[in-house]
């Protein structure tokens, strides 16, 4: 056993101040067995270092902003260039423009953005903003899709409340929640279905069109062409929520990815955006059509403000993200290191006589401890949560950190090395077979 007793005692005093010890449910080992989690205090590339001093490999790449690994040299130049120059402003600033323009060159979708703090804020603007151009009020959403903690989205959720078997939170008045329709994901009839019913009253079908929140997992064939058809045929906006998928895969998004190379079929009206474009700050953005996008404040009647929005510090780290992204072979390299270790993973479970599915998508992938594929929310569910957790533990104790929870990814970054998918190999084979013997 790895000793971690300062992290238990860390754990103990958190749970006397912060609720649940944890400043994110997510962060909590609740879905792998409970108790202390690992508190982190240094990282640097793919490697953590917790309090009691024992090395991790990093999967969990802060649930996907980390794309470039921790404390990347060019990324730290710009925070600590930034903060010399003053944190926050309150002003407009030059820097702002600089990263609405990369964004605007990677997604031609975008006519206009506009700059938030999370994930979460953007989504939950993008929908004020197709209620306010529609002038209707409901949402359709894909089960187990997950699009931050906004009352709204937090309807059959995905990946976090799932994790902690909260389907649907608490707190949220039936007013709200009656306003989203939720359907499967990939299933094309009954979002036809939906829209036939509710088609009048909806204003946008919200998806992550690459989903990350149940897994990785891939849409059909045609999927998203149904979605942007059946949608637009209903006189409602299509919403991507590209929090997770922006600059994951390609330097770009699902929009512009080489697997869908009908591009104008697939465009979206409206596109939100967060984690990689802020380098690891908080930030979130979204955009969308001119005339969409022209019924935000101040030159339309939604508003939607922020005190932080824009900050120097996340709009710096994030030019620099994108700059160490738009290096050549930096997507190809951990496309070849993760299908290596995907494939290790697949082979060393066969052996070892434990079901295991596999969803990669370039440098990012989802085990799921079943025999099936895993197509839609149902089919994540349907998957051996204890397997899991097991295996997470096996993992933990042979320096390995994965997500604690069974519905997310693994996820690659620019500095993970050969030697770190060896030895990954090496634990999860010995953790393979401590959990088949
Ligand atoms: N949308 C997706 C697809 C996400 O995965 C997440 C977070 O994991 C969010 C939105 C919310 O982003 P944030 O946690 O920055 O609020």
New binding site residues.
């Given amino acids: 056993m790895l000793p971690r007793v300062r992290s238990a005692q860390l754990y103990e005093e958190a749970q006397q101040h912060i609720v649940g010890g944890v400043n994110s449910p997510s962060r909590s080992f609740k879905a792998v067995g409970g108790g202390a989690p690992v508190f982190m205090q240094r990282a640097e590339g793919a490697h953590f270092w917790d309090v009691d001093g024992n090395k991790y490999i990093d999967y969990l790449a802060a649930?996907g902003p980390i794309i470039t690994g921790h404390a990347h040299p060019h990324v730290t130049e710009a925070i600590v260039r930034a903060a010399q120059n003053g944190v926050l402003y309150g002003t407009a600033t030059e820097l702002e423009i600089v990263l609405a323009r990369k964004l605007k060159e990677a997604i031609p979708s975008l006519d206009k953005v506009r700059f938030v703090n999370?994930?979460?804020e953007a989504?939950m603007t993008t929908i004020r903003v197709a209620r306010a151009a529609t002038k209707r009020t409901k949402i359709i959403k894909f089960a187990g899709c997950?699009?931050?903690h906004s009352d709204l989205v937090l309807v059959a959720a995905g990946s976090g409340p799932s994790t902690l078997g909260i389907p649907d939170s608490a707190g949220i008045p039936i007013s709200i929640a009656s306003e989203v329709i939720t359907v499967p994901f990939n299933d094309t009839d009954r979002l036809k279905l939906a829209l036939e019913r509710w088609g009048d009253d909806v204003a946008a079908v919200l998806v992550?069109p690459i989903v990350?929140?149940f897994g990785m997992v891939m849409p059909k064939p045609g999927f998203l062409e149904d979605v942007c058809r059946l949608a637009r045929g209903a006189g409602a906006l299509v919403i991507y929520?590209e929090?997770?998928t922006a600059f994951r895969f390609h330097y770009g998004t699902t929009q512009t990815f080489a697997a869908f190379p009908d591009r104008a079929a697939i465009e979206p009206d409206l596109t939100?955006l967060?984690?990689i474009i802020g380098g690891g700050l908080p930030i979130?953005a979204y955009g969308g059509r001119r005339e969409v996008m022209a019924q935000v404040a101040p030159l339309g009647p939604a508003y939607q403000a922020g005190t932080m929005a824009g900050n120097p510090a996340s709009v710096a780290a994030g030019i620099a993200c994108l700059d160490v992204l738009a290096a050549p072979g930096v997507y190809e390299k951990m496309d070849a290191q993760a299908a290596h270790l995907a494939a290790g993973l697949a082979e060393s479970a066969s052996r070892r006589g434990v079901p295991l599915t596999i969803n990669r998508i370039v440098g990012a992938f989802s085990t799921h401890f079943c025999d099936h594929p895993v197509t839609n929310y149902e089919e994540a569910q349907d998957t051996d949560g204890e397997q899991f957790a097991r295996f997470f533990r096996e993992m933990l104790e042979r320096g390995i950190y994965l997500a604690p929870s069974k519905y997310e990814a693994w996820f690659l970054t620019t500095a993970h090395t050969d030697a770190d998918i060896d030895a990954t190999l090496e634990a999860a084979d010995a953790s393979f077979k401590a959990m088949a013997g």
């Fill in positions: 649930f999370s994930g979460t989504v997950y699009h931050g992550e990350g929140n929520d929090v997770i939100a967060g984690k979130g």
